[in-house]
């Protein structure tokens, strides 16, 4: 088998045919194997057990995995069979993510000043209690940081220009660039892929 083939993404739909992951050929195989899981056919959409994926003809353009008599196309789509369960919808508290949700811009004055002369800062700060979450965080200039100090925006005389606010995005797959297929997109928008955090 090739190691290069095993290694191809594979997208894969809960039994509701939504996307939850993408993992590499080989443990989509191994799911399959196990009846875990099917192999969707991306051109009529049937979906195939191990024997009935291992008889489809690969055509010459098409990725495929040697095995010992013959070859297998590599499969692109896999529905699991018993689960059935949402990915998860929310977007974990990450520096990341926080510097996404305020678009890099103060939340004091509305300056984009870069990633580097910003911060995050607790509006409740941590020494009366204030806890490091999505509502509790906003991103700060230096010199806004500063201002505000160990206080509250109130007592700094200051205003936030929103209320910090746990994302509703769906997390987004990461994917290095170029990695989705084509046929996934029968699946899922290619926007999937290029989600931005919105109120």
């Not at 039994?15 to 080989?26: D, I």
């Not at 996404?100 to 870069?114: A, E, V």
């Not at 987004?172 to 926007?191: I, N, Y």
Request: aromatic residues 8%.
């Amino acid at each position: 088998m090739r190691s290069s083939a095993l290694e191809h993404p594979t997208l894969v739909l809960n039994r509701h045919w939504t996307v939850v992951n993408v993992v590499p050929v080989r443990h989509a195989i191994v799911l399959v194997c196990r009846d875990a899981a099917r192999v969707i056919s991306t051109d009529t959409y049937e979906s195939h057990d191990l024997d009935s994926w291992v008889a489809q003809a690969v055509g010459a353009d098409e990725s495929s995995i040697r095995m010992v008599a013959h070859a297998i196309r590599v499969p692109e789509v896999i529905v699991l069979t018993n689960y059935g369960k949402p990915p998860r919808r929310y977007v974990p508290f990450t520096r990341r993510n926080l510097y996404r949700r305020d678009q890099y811009t103060c939340q004091y004055c509305g300056k984009k000043p870069g990633s580097e002369n910003l911060s995050i800062e607790h509006i409740v700060p941590r020494s009366q209690g204030g806890l490091t979450s999505w509502t509790n965080c906003a991103l700060a200039c230096v010199s806004c940081n500063v201002r505000k100090g160990n206080r509250t925006p109130e007592l700094a005389g200051m205003r936030l220009l929103k209320q910090p606010f746990r994302p509703k995005w769906m997390p987004h797959l990461s994917l290095p660039e170029g990695v989705a297929k084509k046929s996934w997109s029968q699946f899922v928008s290619d926007r999937y892929w290029e989600v931005e955090l919105i109120d």
